[in-house]
């Protein structure tokens, strides 16, 4: 499986990335079958030791576009993220912590910003307020929404 960096919701590209593209675990080239920023699918979370501890830990961290969204709760322009068409098998990660997020199995076409209807289970917190975050790390997925489609109703 493939791990992808990319995030949530209406920010969700920026700081989520592909994780598995398609290649087997035993495959040295590491080659991604796309474009798309590719880790390597044995490459575990950062532990919890290992996580930035302030926000300029973070800035160092993180490029721009994912600080902005990750840590300021930002939103990228629609239909801009690498991850929107991206159609094959894996698991889409943060990219802040590296910790898987989403099934691919879950994703679909929704609107301009990738989508998924349901999160893996314990990896997405759901706030009163609609904001979803990494439960590892705290970053800015994005929001959750009820207008997605079945089983859940639901639009990460």
């Given at each position: 499986m493939i791990?992808?960096?990319?995030?949530?919701?209406?920010?969700?590209a920026a700081g989520l990335v592909l994780?598995?593209?398609?290649?087997?675990?035993?495959?040295?080239?590491?080659?991604?079958?796309?474009?798309?920023?590719?880790?390597d699918c044995?490459?575990?979370?950062?532990?919890?030791?290992?996580?930035?501890?302030?926000?300029?830990e973070?800035?160092?961290?993180l490029t721009p576009e994912q600080f902005y969204i990750?840590?300021?709760?930002?939103?990228?322009?629609?239909?801009t993220g690498k991850l929107l068409g991206h159609k094959g098998d894996g698991?889409?990660?943060?990219?802040?912590?590296?910790?898987?997020?989403?099934?691919?199995k879950?994703?679909?076409?929704?609107?301009g910003w990738p989508s998924f209807w349901d999160a893996l289970p314990g990896a997405v917190v759901k706030h009163p307020d609609l904001e979803a975050t990494c439960s590892r790390?705290?970053?800015?997925?994005?929001?959750i929404f009820n207008d997605g489609p079945p089983p859940t109703g639901k639009r990460h």
């Open positions: 791990h992808l960096r990319i995030v949530g919701g209406a920010a969700l994780a598995g593209c398609g290649r087997s675990s035993g495959d040295t080239a590491m080659k991604p079958k796309s474009k798309i920023e590719c880790v044995n490459t575990p979370a950062l532990p919890a030791s290992a996580l930035p501890a302030s926000e300029d973070w800035k160092k961290k990750l840590r300021q709760k930002g939103t990228e322009h629609p239909y698991f889409y990660a943060c990219a802040g912590c590296g910790q898987k997020l989403y099934d691919s879950t994703k679909y076409d929704s609107c790390c705290g970053g800015h997925l994005g929001h």
